[in-house]
């Protein structure tokens, strides 16, 4: 690159320079060619499954049938009366309710927890049994949803091991899928017994990156190895901290519906009933309405916009780390 | 003197201390990830009777492999498998052709509308359409019920591409394309000759990811499949292993046969179908740190 830089300075010199900067324009899109070729398939397939649907989002201001084009002469605009259907509909502050507090907690305990592994990994004296425990915590990342839920079904059914367990014990049964007050937390420990290991693998990365002569003079000045874990290992991840923070407030609105729809029963629908749950019964079971389906699911993403933007800006005014 | 001395036994003793704690807490930890998955196994050889009774806790218990052997009679698990295998083999080809390449051509610094390029690239991480829209382009596209319904909508993933451009633009030296491109390679042949065989790294990790992606999915499979023979696996253990409690008709003796007969299925198919990747993933873990650690040293 510095080669080509130097070639087409050299130009200059003989050239006028406003045929030189047109010129140098056409060859650097010629030599650019090549390269966009490679891009393309990319740019396609984000244009086909990214920026299409993002278009076909006007159907939400719309009395939409199934199968209609996104924009004909036959379309009627009905402006923001979906939007405004939605917040009437009964099921407006559940879904609000349900979808923010399932966030919530599951951020409240889900974020720490990797932060914590991580550093406790690190303060581990054998670096092999780190490796290995490591390696343990990863392994439920890579079970499916699917199983996972149907783990749970296993674990906590009327007739499985904890029941199980506790009739043992003289206890009663309790169907913990048929109750609302059990959704929520087989939800975020599942969640967390998936992935903190995971997660912790980037805070891993940055503690291997402290600067050991911070830790030596630590030493010296007689501090003991939790100390030096909360004033040198704890500021040194703090920049990722930040970081991983702002990505999961632009997430919180979004969570994994998807292992949400796989937990629903009809025992505890009233709390696992989420935006995005609602969203796709609404547009794709029974009789589809989708025109409201998609204005739902059109305000949740711009909730998560709105809140990634707060979430960036206060994080560059506190500690000068932002994502843009 | 003394003192000094005391202050550093001190010390040391809390240190103790702590690096016993801690080590008890991850020890914790380990133990509650690995029981549940060394329950499945035991209850999977385990005489479903006794599983249900609640007698295995610790180690099988009247060990058989009926249950492996009434899973092998199953048609639609093996018509899954095979219908995920081939999923999984056509996304990882596809989305290596869509991102590698497109990968080396946003780390090239010289690229004309670079900029464009990657916030066309960023937007989408952080807004989307929605379900509904993503429906009707697949279906538009005339893709539901056929698999590529499943396999196209995953061949890229922004965040994969930004992790490719990252790994190249900081593991490839410019130096040496700039040797090539003064023997007068052209820059596709510089892309295929020069740089893929330097790429291994970043073409295990990304096949690795699309894989496990595409294996363990299966939403897009159920709102786009109807046609049950093209179901992929997770899709037919949705139906195996999360029968919810409501759907269970009947009371107390029927429901329990009917625990009796399908748990020890649901044991079995999730070892079957976590299997492969669970086995493979020691071997691969590396790969996959290492691709969380090119991540974050975008972060």
Not at chain 1, 251 to 261: C, F, S
Request: aromatic fraction near 14%.
């Amino acid at each position: 690159m510095s080669k080509a830089c130097k070639m087409s300075s050299s130009d200059s010199v003989v050239l006028p320079s406003v045929r030189l900067d047109h010129q140098r324009k056409r060859n650097n899109l010629r030599k650019s060619l090549p390269w966009l070729i490679m891009a393309f398939p990319a740019i396609l397939v984000v244009f086909l499954f990214n920026y299409l649907p993002i278009y076909g989002v006007l159907i939400a201001f719309q009395d939409f049938m199934p199968g209609d084009p996104v924009i004909s002469p036959l379309t009627r605009w009905v402006g923001f009366d979906h939007f405004i259907r939605f917040f009437n509909d009964p099921q407006f502050w559940p879904l609000m309710k349900n979808t923010f507090l399932l966030c919530i907690i599951g951020f409240v305990i889900g974020f720490p927890l990797p932060i914590i592994v991580a550093l406790s990994l690190n303060a581990l004296k054998g670096k092999k049994t780190a490796k290995y425990l490591q390696t343990i915590f990863t392994a439920p990342h890579f079970i499916s949803l699917v199983v996972l839920v149907g783990m749970l079904t296993l674990f906590f059914g009327r007739y499985g091991l904890v029941n199980n367990i506790v009739a043992s014990l003289g206890g009663e049964r309790f169907s913990y899928f048929l109750e609302n007050s059990a959704f929520r937390p087989l939800y975020i420990l599942s969640s967390n017994w998936q992935d903190f290991g995971w997660s912790a693998i980037i805070y891993i990365a940055a503690l291997s990156n402290v600067d050991p002569g911070l830790h030596e003079a630590a030493i010296l000045d007689g501090a003991t190895r939790f100390q030096r874990v909360i004033h040198v290992d704890l500021p040194a991840i703090m920049p990722m901290i930040s970081v991983m923070l702002i990505m999961s407030i632009g997430g919180l609105m979004g969570v994994g519906y998807e292992k949400a729809l796989l937990m629903q029963t009809d025992g505890n629908l009233g709390v696992s009933e989420l935006i995005a749950t609602y969203v796709y019964k609404q547009g794709l079971t029974g009789i589809p309405n989708q025109g409201y389906a998609t204005a739902i699911g059109l305000f949740n993403s711009v909730i998560n916009v709105v809140l990634l933007i707060i979430a960036n800006t206060t994080s560059k005014k506190f500690s000068e780390t932002s994502l843009f | 003197m003394s003192e000094m001395k005391s202050f550093w036994i001190k010390r040391k003793s809390g240190d103790r201390l702590f690096y016993a704690l801690n080590y008890i807490f991850l020890l914790f930890l380990a133990v509650v990830i690995l029981y549940p998955l060394y329950f499945i196994v035991i209850a999977a050889i385990s005489d479903p009777d006794a599983v249900l009774a609640g007698e295995v806790v610790l180690y099988p218990v009247g060990v058989t492999l009926s249950g492996f052997q009434k899973i092998l009679e199953r048609t639609d698990v093996w018509q899954g498998y095979w219908n995920t295998i081939v999923y999984t083999v056509l996304t990882v080809i596809l989305s290596l052709v869509v991102t590698i390449p497109a990968g080396w051509a946003l780390s090239r610094k010289t690229l004309v509308g670079r900029k464009a390029l990657m916030i066309y690239f960023i937007i989408p991480m952080f807004f989307g359409g929605g379900l509904i829209p993503f429906y009707n382009v697949v279906s538009s596209l005339h893709l539901v019920n056929t698999m590529w319904a499943v396999i196209l909508p995953s061949i890229l993933s922004v965040w994969n591409l930004f992790m490719t451009r990252t790994f190249f633009e900081s593991s490839i030296s410019e130096n040496l394309v700039e040797a090539a491109r003064i023997d007068g390679a052209g820059e596709f042949r510089i892309f295929f000759s020069l740089i893929l065989p330097l790429s291994k790294a970043i073409l295990a990790v990304m096949a690795l990811y699309y894989a496990v992606g595409q294996w363990n999915s299966y939403f897009n499979a159920m709102i786009f499949l109807q046609d049950e023979s093209l179901y992929p696996l997770q899709l037919v253990l949705k139906e195996i292993l999360i029968a919810s409690e409501s759907t269970m008709g009947g009371s107390g003796e029927t429901i329990l046969e009917q625990y009796r007969l399908a748990n020890q299925i649901k044991y079995v198919s999730v070892i079957v179908s976590s299997a492969p990747v669970i086995l493979l993933y020691p071997f691969v873990q590396k790969y996959f740190a290492q691709g969380v650690m090119i991540g974050s040293l975008k972060g």
